[in-house]
C-alpha cells in the first residue's frame, strides 16, 4: 500500500533555532500533502496545504512566515518550524494523496515527528 | 463551516462487548467520510471510507460504519471488540476544499 515517512521522528531544539522536518510519499507521486499538528490527547489541526510546485495554502491562525513549506516535487514536502519556541513543541504529522492510490480524496499519514523546544 | 463531532471520547469495554462510537458531521452537500484509526505510538491507518453506494461499509478487523444521511451520522461499530481494539479512533470528513476535518477523536480502552 502507499506509506508516507517522516524524518526525523523526533527532535529537540534550543529555543530560537530552526528545524525541518521532511515528508516523503515513498511508492506514489503525492501532488497534495498536508501538514498537521496534533496536540496531547487532542485531535489533529490542519496547518497548510502543500501542492506540488506552488504556494502552500495556511489554514486561518497558522503563521506562513514561521511555519516555512515547500513541495519542491512529487514525493517530498518539508515542513520548516523557524525560530522555534517552546510552545511550538508538538506533534507534527503529515499526509499524501495523489495520483496512482486509488482516489485523491484517500490520504495516507506519515508517522508522525516530535519536536520539544527547550 | 464543515465539523465533525464524536460525543464519546472515552469508552472503555470488555473484550467481546460490541462497540458503537458515534460521529456526525455538518454539511449539506455529498460528502466524503472516514473513520481512521491510530494505535498507541503508531500513526493513524485508514479504517474504513465510504464515498457513494452501499451505506453500510466495511473495513478492515472487522469495523464497518453505517452512513445515515438523514441523521447526518456515521457511526463506528464492531460486534466483538478485542485487547487488541484499544486505540484512538478519529471520524473525519472531507471539505468542499479536499481537506480532512478531523473529529476530537474517542479513546477506546479494551479490559482483558
Known amino acids: 500500500g502507499a506509506v508516507v515517512s517522516q524524518h526525523p521522528s523526533w527532535v529537540i531544539c534550543k529555543s530560537g533555532t530552526s528545524v525541518k522536518i521532511e515528508c516523503r510519499s515513498l511508492d506514489f507521486q503525492a501532488t497534495t500533502m498536508f501538514w498537521y499538528r496534533q496536540f496531547p490527547k487532542q485531535s489533529l489541526m490542519l496547518m497548510a496545504t502543500?501542492?506540488?510546485?506552488?504556494?502552500?495554502?495556511?489554514e486561518q491562525g497558522v503563521e506562513k512566515d514561521k511555519f516555512l513549506i515547500n513541495h519542491a516535487s512529487l514525493t517530498l514536502s518539508t515542513l520548516t518550524v523557524t525560530s522555534a519556541h517552546p510552545e511550538d513543541s508538538s506533534f507534527y504529522i503529515c499526509?499524501?494523496?495523489?495520483?496512482?492510490?486509488?482516489?485523491?480524496?484517500?490520504?495516507?499519514f506519515g508517522p508522525g515527528t516530535r519536536l520539544t523546544v527547550l | 463551516a464543515q465539523s465533525v463531532s464524536q460525543h464519546n471520547h472515552h469508552v472503555i469495554l470488555s473484550e467481546a462487548a460490541s462497540l458503537e462510537l458515534g460521529c456526525n458531521y455538518s454539511?449539506?452537500?455529498?460528502?466524503?467520510l472516514f473513520w481512521y484509526v491510530q494505535y498507541p505510538g503508531q500513526h493513524l491507518q485508514l479504517l474504513l471510507k465510504?464515498?457513494?453506494?452501499?451505506?453500510l461499509v466495511k473495513g478492515i478487523k472487522g469495523f464497518e460504519a453505517e452512513f445515515i444521511k438523514s441523521k447526518f451520522s456515521f457511526n463506528l461499530r464492531k460486534p466483538s471488540v478485542q485487547w487488541s481494539d484499544t486505540a484512538e479512533y478519529f471520524c473525519a470528513v472531507i471539505s468542499s476544499a479536499s481537506k480532512i476535518i478531523f473529529g476530537s477523536g474517542t479513546r477506546l480502552s479494551i479490559r482483558p
Open positions: 502543500s501542492n506540488e510546485g506552488s504556494k502552500a495554502t495556511y
Open positions: 465510504y464515498f457513494s453506494g452501499d451505506p
Open positions: 454539511y449539506g452537500g455529498t460528502v466524503n
Open positions: 499526509s499524501a494523496g495523489g495520483q496512482g492510490v486509488g482516489n485523491t480524496d484517500t490520504q495516507y
